[in-house]
Nanobody
Framework: QVQLVENGGGLVQSGGSLRLSCAASGRVFQIYNMGWYRQVPGKERELVARLSIGGSSDVADSVKGRFTISGDFAKSTVLLQMNSLKPEDTAVYYC??????????WGQGTQVTVSS
């Protein structure tokens, strides 16, 4: 089992910045992917950005150049720096990790609201 604790999020004006953090505990030695997803009501959860232990990363086209993901697999932490936020970035953001065997774990979610 892996437990995830998220921090950050909140309300910000368009053009502002926020930083999300996520810390994992438990069987963290099995983690090989860490990342962030987001979801708005009525839509599927979508990938924002993720890191693999091998060093590769994926970032959604909608946030490229504005959001930066960073992580430390040794410390089991992952950060999402969000700059130049837009109202369409409003969503619940979820931390996600994948362990060997492809089991996924999710954080509780944190609300990000961007006002216009």
């Amino acid at each position: 089992q892996v437990q995830l604790v998220e921090n950050g999020g909140g309300l910000v004006q368009s053009g502002g910045s926020l930083r999300l953090s996520c810390a994992a505990s438990g069987r963290v030695f099995q983690i090989y992917n860490m990342g962030w997803y987001r979801q708005v009501p009525g839509k599927e959860r979508e990938l924002v950005a993720r890191l693999s232990i091998g060093g590769s990363s994926d970032v959604a086209d909608s946030v490229k150049g504005r959001f930066t993901i960073s992580g430390d697999f040794a410390k089991s932490t992952v950060l999402l720096q969000m700059n130049s936020l837009k109202p369409e970035d409003t969503a619940v953001y979820y931390c996600n990790v994948v362990v060997y065997g492809a089991t996924q774990y999710w954080g509780q979610g944190t609300q990000v609201t961007v006002s216009s």
